[in-house]
């Protein structure tokens, strides 16, 4: 049973085009996350939320739009497509504790735009 | 401005000997590192962390190592298994940033049979 899940888990797209990217955890976590890892494989944080709250909110572009529905739930839309977009997708969940400190990760979308 | 900094972005060993993954970083208010493994088309697993007030935690074969005032981890693997062969990540939690964790660029590990 997939504990963090993505769909879907290849997206080819045209440039200027609105897509979503799907994630769903079954661990019970408060806490979910969208990580990028570009080209030079870096990955970076985008945003989080806890119990449905946004609290982390990176230098995105406002065409990145985050909605969680519940707190099993974290979706990723983006409007208007660009080149750059082109990445590797993560999902990930924790429960929010100061004391330790583990992330659940989902498999990766992975998103080309032509 | 990387704050995590892993120079090596490969290391190969013989099957059997120690694995030495480094990582150093230089946020002052990080306090909690991990290391994270990451299989091809996969998304990265956790395999152990550390506390900043600790200098040493142990987890089977994996040994992770934090010298603070060096600002340097390091990740020991003994004995290494060609199963080990993966990307690793060292990963940094900022306390002073809603706990975001910034992780490393990857080291590429490979073990050789």
């Known amino acids: 049973d997939t504990a963090v899940s993505q769909t879907p888990k290849y997206l080819v797209t045209q440039m200027g085009n609105d897509k979503s990217i799907k994630c769903e955890q079954n661990?019970?976590?408060?806490?979910m996350y969208w990580y990028k890892q570009d080209s030079k494989k870096f990955l970076k944080i985008m945003f989080s939320?806890?119990?449905?709250?946004?609290?982390i909110n990176e230098t995105v572009p406002n065409r990145f739009s985050p909605k969680s529905p519940d707190k099993a739930h974290l979706n990723l839309h983006i409007n208007s497509l660009e080149l750059g977009d082109s990445a590797v997708y993560f999902c990930?969940?924790?429960?929010?504790?100061?004391?330790?400190?583990?992330?659940?990760f989902g498999p990766g979308t992975r998103l080309l735009v032509l | 401005d990387q704050q995590v900094k892993q120079n090596s972005p490969s290391l190969s060993v013989q099957e059997g000997r120690i694995s030495i993954l480094n990582c150093d970083y230089t946020?002052?208010?990080?306090?909690?590192f991990l290391w994270y493994k990451k299989y091809p088309a996969e998304g990265p697993t956790f395999l152990i962390s550390?506390?900043?007030?600790?200098d040493k935690n142990e987890d089977g074969r994996f040994t992770v190592f934090l010298n603070k005032s060096a600002k340097h981890l390091s990740l020991h693997i003994v004995p290494s298994q060609p199963g080990d062969s993966a990307v690793y990540f060292c990963?940094?939690?900022?306390?002073?940033?809603?706990?975001?964790?910034?992780f490393g660029k990857g080291t590429l590990l490979t073990v050789n049979p």
């Open positions: 990930a969940s924790s429960q929010w504790d100061p004391q330790v400190e583990t992330q659940y």
């Open positions: 661990l019970g976590h408060d806490t």
């Open positions: 939320y806890n119990n449905k709250e946004l609290i």
């Open positions: 946020n002052s208010m990080f306090d909690y």
């Open positions: 550390i506390s900043s007030i600790k």
């Open positions: 990963a940094a939690r900022d306390r002073g940033s809603n706990y975001k964790l910034t």
